[in-house]
T-cell receptor, first 116, second 115 residues
């Protein structure tokens, strides 16, 4: 079975550029999560969707960050304009079942983002 | 607010030995779920084991087992017969049973396995 697929695996870009990270959740999963991982802050939940609807975006750091889930099989996280402090590994995760259930989240391989 | 604490930033174990990673959490809920995830240098986040708070029996997955102490709000991970491939960062995570899918992660423990 295909797991959560993220692209690109690595992204290096200059400050001020727009960055788009992509995620394909596991087929049949109805919740999708975007995380950011840094040495200083550890794993931070940025936003999550349930049935393609954003449920909680309180972790999105600022207006430069936006996320969409146009359908059940695709989501994007966009940073515009990017800044060096956005450099991190960004993970996408998906899970099945009701939000209240014990189903685990399944993670993608992450995108390592470097903003110069 | 719920919090998860892993007080050991780094641990090491000799190959074939047993090691225990600590995790404590704070919650006022009675029903919740706990997870351990492994993140090797390849940076994948891999589910190792999970425990439902309503179950008294400790979860076990092959060489991995937990010691779940609900009253003490403790959820430690025991790795038996440690292998070189167990070297990774391990994260403890909490999820309550309310209508939210959010996981709350600890800071992680880096495990080194010595040959």
């Amino acid at each position: 079975d295909a797991g959560v697929i993220q692209s690109p695996r690595h992204e290096v870009t200059e400050m001020g550029q727009e960055v788009t990270l992509r995620c394909k959740p596991i087929s049949g999963h109805n919740s999708l999560f975007w995380y950011r991982q840094t040495m200083m802050r550890g794993l931070e939940l940025l936003i999550y969707f349930n049935n393609n609807v954003p449920i909680d975006d309180s972790g999105m750091p600022e207006d430069r960050f936006s996320a969409k889930m146009p359908n059940a099989s695709f989501s994007t996280l966009k940073i515009q304009p990017s800044e060096p402090r956005d450099s991190a590994v960004y993970f996408c995760a998906s899970r099945a079942g009701l939000l209240a259930s014990n189903q685990p989240q399944h993670f993608g391989d992450g995108t390592r983002l470097s903003i110069l | 607010a719920q919090t998860v604490t892993q007080s050991q930033p780094e641990m090491s174990v000799q190959e074939a030995e047993t090691v225990t990673l600590s995790c404590t959490y704070d919650t006022s809920e009675s029903d919740y779920y706990l997870f351990w995830y492994k993140q090797p240098p390849s940076r994948q986040m891999i589910l190792v084991i999970r425990q439902e708070a309503y179950k008294q029996q400790n979860a076990t997955e092959n060489r991995f087992s937990v010691n779940f102490q609900k009253a003490a709000k403790s959820f430690s991970l025991k790795i038996s017969d440690s292998q070189l491939g167990d070297a990774a960062m391990y994260f403890c995570a909490y999820k309550d049973s309310s209508n939210t899918g959010k996981l709350i992660f600890g800071q992680g423990t880096t495990l080194q396995v010595k040959p």
